[in-house]
């Protein structure tokens, strides 16, 4: 049997293809509309699945499709809030702040999921946040006025959806596959994004289109790897680690668009790794199962 901590190293590892998507979607501000942009983004992983689900000649498991919806919608809003908030308030404060859903996903894993977390998680969590705040604090480059108001609205909104998203991808993991959970994500996604885009559809050249696609790409992967990792981890867990986005985001900014970062972002990025390893630490519960041969 796959251990909590199998699910959270698959996780990291998502981690690292949304970072790569951010700072990838920080290249395409104001050349493709964010609700472009997504609608590109879920177009890609709906074509993916179908492909998939045709190839293996097996429908997709819809035992609970009220959930599968909820998901789809959640994950739907997320992502859209998300985009608006890179376009109008910068990547890297907009990344700090969608990923600060890990604090609103326990909320909800607490609340309807009847999860209980170490207290090492919970403190864990309280570093990242931290560090995710110092982040924001320390990002450079932001505008004043209306514009980056509303992408910090955007960015705190995309955390709560994301934190409810990861929530119910948690539940509908219980009895339906990766490939489905992400299937519902992406369909529900894509039309909840069109009405969105459509009124500003700006056309693209086949340079822009396939870095778009790049985009998509990305967030397939990283998508895939994080519901898959889902099924083998608590929701509180699981989205923890996702606190690792915010800082491999700085750090592959640094090194591949030359960003400078200030000392209090380090610092931010810092106590977000921290926290998430300190978080990933098991429980004195399960070092003694483990020590007696329990699973």
């Given amino acids: 049997m796959s251990s909590p901590r199998s699910g959270t190293a698959i996780i990291a590892v998502s981690s690292l293809f949304f970072a790569s998507m951010a700072v990838l979607t920080r290249t395409l501000s104001g050349r493709i509309p ?40 959640l ?6 809030t998300y985009f608006l908030a890179i376009e109008r308030l910068g990547a890297a404060p907009a990344t700090v702040l969608n990923y600060l859903s890990p604090v ?24 990242a946040t931290v560090g995710a705040s110092l982040v924001t604090l320390g990002a450079t480059g932001v505008s004043s006025g209306e514009g980056s108001l509303f992408g910090a609205v955007m960015g705190i909104i995309s955390g709560v959806f994301g934190g409810a998203a990861m929530t119910t991808v948690k539940a509908a993991r219980g009895d339906a596959d990766a490939a489905t959970v992400f299937g519902a994500f992406s369909l529900v996604g894509l039309a909840l994004a069109i009405p969105s885009a459509a009124g500003g559809w700006v056309p ?43 800082a491999l985001s700085w750090a592959l900014s640094i090194g591949l668009l030359g960003e400078r970062v200030g000392p209090l972002s380090a610092a931010g990025a810092a106590f977000c790794v921290g926290g998430v390893l300190w978080g990933m630490r098991p429980s004195r519960a399960e070092e003694t199962r483990r020590g007696s041969g329990g699973v």
């Fill in 34 to 73: 964010a609700p472009e942009l997504v609608v590109v983004r879920h177009t890609v992983g709906v074509g993916v699945m179908a492909a998939w689900f045709l190839a293996r000649r097996k429908p997709p498991t819809l035992a609970r499709p009220f959930l599968l919806l909820l998901r789809g919608l």
């Fill in 104 to 127: 609103y996903a326990a909320v909800w894993a607490r609340l309807f999921l009847g999860e209980r977390p170490p207290r090492s998680l919970w403190l864990g969590l309280a570093f």
């Fill in 204 to 246: 693209l050249s086949p340079a822009l289109l396939l870095t778009a696609v790049a985009v998509a790409a990305l967030a397939l992967v990283g998508q895939l790897l994080f519901t898959f990792g889902m099924g083998f981890t608590t929701a509180t867990a699981g989205s923890a680690t996702t606190q690792l986005v915010p």
């Fill in 75 to 80: 994950g739907g809003a997320a992502v859209l």
